[in-house]
């Protein structure tokens, strides 16, 4: 049972997860949306692939983000919802690392460094307490809705494939925030949202290029 581990069962745990997202091919327990189509113009397959590619950036991102929260989180129930949440972000993961792959581009070089930087950010969080870490959830689930709403306004309008993987993906973040408030989430300040989004935006102009 995960209330029974102790910590150095947590840390390989952990180790372990983090090698799984940055270097196995994640495997998916849902369908990937949509269905394939044939490639689209050159023009428009760059522009699908970049956003895509920085969409699989922040799915890296989540992956270590929830991954550093339910080391350190204290509640078996929260831990669980972190879980949770974390298992359906895989989904996410192998999803845009298909779409990348059937647009024949790549992942961000830089997912290594999206990792560590989220993990680190997450167990900073779960650290300050359990509902100040599901407020965090909730904040960038919140923060994440808006960035897949922009994307799906700049994919190319016959690119039905990638528009139904960020659709459910919108989907299933909004599920994740609402998930964490009920868990006893609390709104976090103003200036700590406003920082979220500043290293959010670091990462998702970076990600398109690099």
């Not at 994740?176 to 670091?202: D, E, F, N, Y």
Request: aromatic letters at 4%; glycine letters at 6%; charged letters at 25%.
């Amino acid at each position: 049972m995960p209330g029974d581990r102790t910590l150095a069962d947590q840390l390989l745990v952990s180790a372990d997860r983090a090698l799984k997202a940055l270097f196995a091919r994640p495997r998916a327990a849902r369908q990937t949306p949509g269905t394939a189509q044939p490639a689209p113009p050159e023009a428009e397959r760059r522009q699908a692939a970049m956003l895509m590619r920085v969409n699989h950036a922040g799915e890296i991102a989540a992956q270590g983000l929830y991954h550093g929260q339910a080391l350190v989180a204290r509640d078996p129930a929260v831990r669980a919802v972190l879980e949770r949440a974390g298992r359906e972000e895989t989904d996410h993961l192998a999803w845009c690392e298909q779409r990348l792959r059937e647009l024949g581009d790549r992942p961000s070089l830089l997912d290594p460094l999206w990792y560590a930087g989220s993990f680190a950010i997450g167990a900073a969080a779960g650290l300050s307490s359990d509902k100040w870490s599901l407020g965090f959830v909730a904040e960038t689930e919140k923060q994440v809705e808006r960035h897949l709403d922009s994307h799906l306004a700049q994919l190319p309008e016959q690119d039905a494939r990638s528009r139904a993987i960020l659709t459910q993906m919108r989907a299933d973040e909004q599920a994740h925030g609402q998930l964490a408030q009920q868990a006893g989430g609390v709104a976090l300040p103003p200036v700590v949202s406003k920082a979220m989004q500043l290293t959010s935006k670091v990462m998702t102009v970076t990600a398109r290029w690099i």
